[in-house]
Nanobody, 126 residues
Framework: QVQLVESGGGLVQAGGSLRLSCVASGRAFDTYAVGWFRQAPGKEREFVAAISWSGISTSYLDSVRGRFTISRDNAKNTVYLQMNSLKPEDTAAYHC???????????????????WGQGTQVTVSS
């Protein structure tokens, strides 16, 4: 069993930056792929970024590529999402998730993940 806790959200002006962290408890986290998803009120959960267990493979939503960077530190059981040049449309609750499949492939759909955190709110003002 893995528990995920996100942090780092907050209120920021457009053009600003935030770094989200996802800390995992439990064994074998370093063999799991991790994804970040976001959900705004009234909208479906949307894939943002994902990273394989090794960190070699990454994937991004087109609208965040070049602005967001996903990374991980397996020694700290932590995955990060560095968000730069934030826009009001990035406003959402951000959730991290873990896929226990031991593979370099990363999923872009919520049902590809086994564990979820409670989320951290990101609000970008114009």
């Amino acid at each position: 069993q893995v528990q995920l806790v996100e942090s780092g959200g907050g209120l920021v002006q457009a053009g600003g930056s935030l770094r989200l962290s996802c800390v995992a408890s439990g064994r074998a986290f370093d063999t799991y792929a991790v994804g970040w998803f976001r959900q705004a009120p009234g909208k479906e959960r949307e894939f943002v970024a994902a990273i394989s267990w090794s960190g070699i493979s990454t994937s991004y939503l087109d609208s965040v590529r070049g602005r967001f960077t996903i990374s991980r530190d397996n020694a700290k059981n932590t995955v990060y999402l560095q968000m730069n040049s934030l826009k009001p449309e990035d406003t959402a609750a951000y959730h991290c998730s873990a896929d226990r499949t031991y593979s370099e492939n990363v999923s872009k759909t919520p049902n590809g993940y086994d564990y979820w955190g409670q989320g951290t709110q990101v609000t970008v003002s114009s």
